[in-house]
Structure formats: structure tokens, C-alpha cells
């Protein structure tokens, strides 16, 4: 009978030990492609990757692109990632945090990427959406814009486009009623 009790006692040792130590936490798929991708991320020199909340939070990051051709080519874009437990059913969320002159990017840093919107697939990971950012930079698109005004200066004059995408890139400059701030690489 005596070692009955010394059993249930070790039993309940155990059990109080476990509550003491940090819970585990599980892992959503998300959370696993998300690690996956990123593992998987073969990035060029023009284009980086970093984690201000740590490298325990691959749910929430930010990519820089600074393209070296092209009317953006001098500039650096800083896009931020936010990646919900249900990727890759479901697109991340990416906004632009700079000010730029682009006719696929409003003033907001709202993108117009279809593969951000009605394109998105599951099949399709962090890599594209990199790729596809910098695509937007070498080839900005006029034919479907969110940023009207930068869409007809490019289909109508790209010459004074890349001027005021030279000016926005510079920064303290005003281009028609919108101030662009002096990025603070410079």
C-alpha cells in the first residue's frame, strides 16, 4: 500500500514540473511553409530580408529592394510582410512602407500585384512575391494602376516619368501636389 502512494506522489512530481516549464508551442502549417519558404529564399545581392521581431516571428518581416536597372534604379523600397496562420491559402498582406512615385503603388503603399489579389494560389510562396515586387520595378505597368496620375505621366511622357521618379528616389521634392520625403539612406 506504502508504494502505491510513492507512485501517485512521482505521478504528481511529474505533472507539477511540466506545468513549471514554458508551454511548447505548436506550429501552424503557416507558420511551417513560412519557415520552409524562407529557408528556400535565394535572393539576389539588390534584394534583402530581416526580422525587426526576431527570428522567432517569420510571420512578420520586411524586404528591401533596391533595384540596379530601370527607371527605380538608385532607389531603396522597403516592403513589410505579414503572414497569416492560414498561408498559403491565403496571400500575405504587404505594404510598402516608402513613399514612392510608381503607378502600381499609391501614395499609401497599397500594391497592385495580382498575385497579391485574385491570382494568389497556393502553389505560389514568399519568393514569388519578392520576385514579383522587384518586377514591378523594372516593368511598372500603366495598364492597371492604383497611383492614376504617375500611370498617365508613364503612358504619355515616360521621359518626364523617369524624371519624377529620379526626383522621388532624391527625395524633398514636391511632384504635382505630393511631397517625397528625403529617404533616410542618403
Not at 508551442?25 to 511553409?33: D, T
Not at 503607378?103 to 489579389?117: A, H, K, S, T, V
Not at 518626364?160 to 505630393?178: L, P, Y
Request: glycine share 4%.
Amino acid at each position: 500500500m506504502i508504494r502505491l502512494f510513492k507512485v501517485k506522489e512521482k505521478q504528481q512530481e511529474v505533472l507539477d514540473n511540466a506545468k513549471e516549464k514554458a508551454p511548447f508551442k505548436k506550429q501552424s502549417a503557416g507558420e511551417l511553409r513560412v519557415q520552409r519558404d524562407i529557408t528556400e529564399l535565394n535572393l539576389p545581392n539588390t534584394i534583402n530580408i530581416a526580422f525587426p521581431n526576431g527570428q522567432d516571428d517569420l510571420m512578420n518581416f520586411e524586404v528591401t529592394i533596391e533595384p540596379d536597372e530601370g527607371y527605380y534604379k538608385g532607389g531603396r523600397f522597403l516592403f513589410t510582410f505579414e503572414v497569416t496562420p492560414v498561408y498559403p491559402h491565403e496571400a500575405p498582406k504587404v505594404k510598402c512602407e516608402t513613399k514612392v512615385y510608381h503607378p502600381n503603388i499609391d501614395l499609401e503603399g497599397n500594391i497592385c500585384l495580382n498575385i497579391l489579389r485574385e491570382d494568389w494560389k497556393p502553389v505560389l510562396n514568399i519568393s514569388t512575391v519578392i520576385y514579383g515586387l522587384y518586377y514591378l520595378f523594372t516593368q511598372p505597368n500603366y495598364e492597371d494602376p492604383l497611383n492614376h496620375e504617375a500611370a498617365e505621366v508613364l503612358r504619355d511622357n515616360p521621359e518626364t516619368f523617369e524624371s519624377n521618379v529620379k526626383r522621388a528616389i532624391a527625395g524633398d521634392q514636391w511632384i504635382g501636389t505630393t511631397y517625397f520625403p528625403r529617404p533616410d539612406y542618403y
